[in-house]
């Protein structure tokens, strides 16, 4: 389906049990009291957007913090306040800790019908460094808990790069995720955000993540998941065919959704400015200020931005470098290209320019190369 006919709809989730180390998402550990009325005002929001217009759905994507810890009543809620088009695709993120046979089997019948676990590692030593809470056990349970339940399209989430981490560990990591059977796996290298616990700690001369060996990292995940039978179809995510997260290539089609929650964000077209501008918007950070705003009947959202034609056409080319498809090409600087072929970066399909597993590693510099010597077009 064309990007200008499918709408996503992403909820927001702030509330974690723990929180990792590398963590600087919008997440609390200590708000689980509001989860009713937060629950409640995401329902609220909902109904306002809808007041307002906007098509049905054609996937929805609970994402955090932790949705898994929401009851599975609650968390079903919120979904049945969206209206989704027919063969919507419904994610939910799962902490392998925080699911059980009944909230799973909730999910299922709640309309959930794709799950995305937060593996990060198969190596205890490597979890307790993240100060992630599950151990290797618990992916395998509850995987088997979620085919149990019905669901059938399931992803694991995998980061590399961690201190202590050898490429052995990742290896074992990649085989372990394999061995699950699963059609879709994510693996992020693992970056230092300053305010974070790691962060602090390699601000105070703790090791930092070492960039050859990511790069390592990177090229066996490439070779062991193609091996398996999963394709990259975006920098940091394999899929089995059919299995890519049709919400995630949404937003790397620069694609309408709407953000529903505290610290969600928002894409939607600007036709009051353009016909190819867009506006993006973002809501207040914190769960209490967002409750406190829907109930009391004012607006959310904390800022926005107007994308205006030219800029908006050169985002839309640094996001369609990370994907598979990649980006056109402008004949009149087809050298660059030539010259970046030539040294492995990127690869030519008929007129578009594709990124190689080389040059995904070096993916920023590629794509600035080219969008500075005008190298590709904005079809």
């Known amino acids: 389906m064309p990007a200008d006919e499918q709408f996503g709809v992403y909820v927001h989730i702030p509330f974690c049990a723990a929180r990792c180390d590398y963590c600087d998402f919008a997440t609390w550990t200590d708000r689980s009291h509001l ?3 937060y629950v409640d005002a995401c329902i609220t929001d909902l109904a306002q957007h809808r007041a307002q ?8 994507f609970f994402g955090g913090g932790t949705p898994s810890l929401l009851p599975g009543d609650q968390l079903v809620r919120i979904l049945d306040a969206i209206d989704r088009a027919p063969g ?3 994610s939910v993120e799962c902490n392998p800790d925080s699911v059980d046979a009944a909230k799973l089997a909730a999910y299922h019948r709640g309309g959930v019908n794709r799950l995305s676990f937060g593996v990060q590692s198969m ?6 460094a993240l100060n992630r809470t599950h151990d290797p056990a ?6 088997a808990l979620a085919r149990e339940a019905g669901f059938e399209r399931i992803n694991v989430d995998l980061i590399y790069g961690t201190p202590g981490e050898t490429l052995d560990d990742w290896r074992a990591t990649l085989e372990g995720a394999i061995a699950l059977d699963v059609a879709h796996v994510s693996a992020y290298a693992l970056t230092v955000e300053p305010a974070t616990p790691l962060g602090i700690r390699v601000a105070a001369g703790a090791a930092a993540p070492d960039d050859d060996l990511q790069a390592d990292a990177y090229l066996l995940a490439e070779s062991l998941l193609g091996a398996a039978g999963m394709e990259w179809y975006e920098v940091s995510n394999w899929a089995r065919p059919g299995e890519e997260c049709r919400h995630n290539l949404l937003y790397w089609s620069e694609g309408e959704y709407l953000g529903i929650g505290c610290a969600a964000h928002g ?19 914190t769960p209490e200020r967002y409750i406190a705003a829907i109930t009391g009947g004012t607006s959310a959202v904390a800022g926005e931005e107007r994308l205006e034609p030219r800029p908006r056409a050169e985002e839309a080319c640094v996001l369609a470098l990370r994907t598979r498809r990649g980006a056109p090409i402008d004949e009149a600087a087809a050298g660059v290209v030539e010259e970046l072929a030539a040294a492995g970066f990127v690869r030519r399909v008929e007129d578009r320019v594709v990124l190689t597993a080389h040059g995904r590693l070096v993916a920023s510099d590629v794509t600035a190369r080219l969008l500075l010597a005008g190298a590709v077009g904005t079809r």
Do not use: F, K, Q
């Open 35 to 37: 989860i009713d009325s």
């Open 88 to 90: 919507a695709e419904v």
């Open 53 to 60: 217009g906007y098509p049905p759905a054609t996937s929805v």
């Open 123 to 128: 190596a205890a030593h490597v979890l307790a």
């Open 138 to 143: 618990n992916v395998t349970l509850a995987i």
């Open 267 to 285: 894409h939607t077209r600007d036709p009051g400015v353009a016909a190819d501008a867009a506006r993006r918007w973002w809501n207040v950070r």
